[in-house]
């Protein structure tokens, strides 16, 4: 048996089937794959009319899942399940021919719905996986769309259902963790307004031109959908969708964004998870110093501390140690070993007499993880924001815990931010904005 690559397949992209190209470089390459396909295809009639429209749209949907992925050397996955295809734009009986013409072609690569393997360990069954070949990744090339700019390339069409409901994420022994799948939502009238809220703003901010950075539309994400406690009041975030989104981009290029042509600021909240639950515990946080500038440390700890705090939230407790992921993005940043730099006891001895509420915190396997908590504080923050300044024809792009705006409307959106945090959170936010330099 060959063995298979069971984390890459794990990890490999939904293909939505939901982008269109928007250069003349993707529509060329798009108008070439399709004729491709239709000369190796033994039809006794050609498509025509409204069918070849439609099986070209699916062409270029595809592609558009498939070449951006191939930018990150990514799988993608799709069930082939009729029931899958029942309410999108891309039909079964397209995307079967679709996927026959590009395997004939040999353009893509599949892995069947089967059990995945890394080493000596099995993976669940999962949706048949496709990927790019070389041979297609060339012809895009040679067409002027590179794999790694393919998202430059291609616009996903806004999210018809922009609510997302995850299950709890697991972890097993010897396995990294499995992200939570995804759940059937139960729509009564409260989700209803949930998710037409969502597809509101998405319509209003599609109407403004962004520059700089790469935008088509929000999902909203709830976590724990399968836990007791769960009453769409866990997680909650906005995120936009694609790979290649400006929520990716460093800080000091998404100041160099635009909206509507007009230069942006990003207006932060700092530490907006400590705030909240500091504030929710009635023992609000003194917003006149910095809370990740702890006595005894200095400056120089901020980064290690407000790494462990994230840590401590992420685990409803302290850290033991500090983990593979957090030494080596300290080791990215700075060059240094965190470890031996901040031992984790220093830093969590100091952390526990500055914050004793933290220190207390214990994990209750029967309680929703604190994390959950408070991202859907905040995101309710966020997002009742962006909806008022929506009701000014005021746009506005979320970054979690911040808010990108227009620079001439700063003032606004601090005042509507502040409100709207203190009226979801019950805590005071100390507000920053930055500006391109």
Avoid at 93 to 112: D, P, S, Y
């Amino acid at each position: 048996m060959v063995e298979i690559d069971g984390g890459a397949l794990r990890n490999a992209e939904f293909a939505s089937l939901t982008s269109r190209p928007v250069t003349d470089q993707a529509r060329h390459l798009i108008d070439e794959v399709h004729r491709k396909i239709e000369e190796s295809e033994e039809r006794q009639r050609q498509r025509r009319g409204a069918r070849a429209l439609s099986f070209h749209r699916a062409v270029g949907a595809f592609l558009g899942d498939l070449l951006p992925a191939a930018g990150h050397n990514n799988w993608v996955f799709r069930s082939v399940a009729p029931q899958s295809f029942t309410t999108k734009a891309v039909s079964h009986r397209n995307f079967i021919a679709l996927r026959a013409g590009l395997l004939g072609l040999k353009f893509i690569t599949e892995k069947g719905a089967t059990t995945f393997w890394s080493g000596n360990l099995p993976y669940k069954r999962f949706a048949t996986r496709y990927r790019a070949t070389a041979k297609l990744v060339n012809l895009a090339k040679k067409f002027g769309v590179p794999a790694d700019e393919a998202g430059k390339h291609f616009i996903k069409e806004l999210p018809k259902q922009p609510l997302v409901l995850k299950a709890s994420s697991t972890r097993q022994p010897r396995r990294d963790k499995v992200r939570g799948k995804n759940l059937k939502i139960s729509y009564t009238d409260d989700v209803r307004a949930i998710e037409q809220a969502i597809k509101g703003l998405n319509a209003f901010l599609d109407k403004f031109p962004i520059g700089g950075g790469v935008h088509r539309g929000y999902v909203r994400q709830f976590d724990l959908g399968d836990h007791p406690e769960f009453r769409w009041n866990l997680g909650g975030r906005l995120y936009s969708q694609g790979k290649e989104n400006y929520q990716q981009m460093p800080g000091t290029e998404r100041l160099k964004m635009t909206i509507g042509g007009e230069a942006v600021c990003e207006i932060d909240i700092r530490a907006s998870f400590l705030t909240i639950f500091h504030a929710r515990q009635g023992q609000p946080l003194n917003q006149k110093s910095d809370p990740y500038v702890l006595p005894g440390l200095g400056k120089t700890a901020r980064d290690a501390v407000k790494t462990f705090i994230t840590t401590t939230f992420g685990n409803s407790q302290f850290p033991a140690k500090w983990s593979q992921r957090a030494v080596m993005e300290y080791t990215e940043r700075t060059g240094e070993n965190l470890s031996k730099v901040y031992p984790v006891v220093k830093i969590r001895e100091q952390i526990a007499k500055s914050y004793p509420l933290l220190g207390a915190l214990c994990r209750n396997a029967k309680k929703p993880p604190i994390w959950a908590e408070l991202m859907f504080l905040e995101s309710e923050a966020v997002i009742k924001t962006m909806i008022a300044l929506q009701g000014r024809d005021v746009p506005s792009l979320s970054v979690h815990d911040s808010l990108i705006v227009q620079q001439s409307q700063e003032a606004l959106a601090t005042k509507l931010l502040a409100e709207s945090y203190q009226a979801a959170t019950t805590a005071i936010p100390h507000i920053r904005s930055a500006k391109a330099t």
